[in-house]
């Protein structure tokens, strides 16, 4: 005779498989490495830095100072 099945036990590893199943396909989705994270971050703060050279003073702006 087997012993007995404690359902709640079973009901929880399916949950925690399919969380992990769902969890692998989004980091396959999602998931970025956290050096291109570093990578896009600096590139859009280089970015930034050369357009704000590339800015005109206005006239008012210069008169008031």
């Known amino acids: 005779m087997d012993k007995p099945v404690n359902l709640n036990r079973f009901r929880k590893q399916k ?37 704000d050279q590339h800015k005109r003073s206005d006239e008012k702006q210069d008169s008031k100072t």
Do not use: I, P, Y
């Open 15 to 51: 949950a925690r498989a399919e969380k992990k199943a769902r969890a692998d396909q989004n980091a396959v989705t999602f998931g970025r490495t956290k050096a291109e994270k570093d990578l896009d971050k600096a590139r859009n703060v280089q970015s930034l830095h050369k357009l």
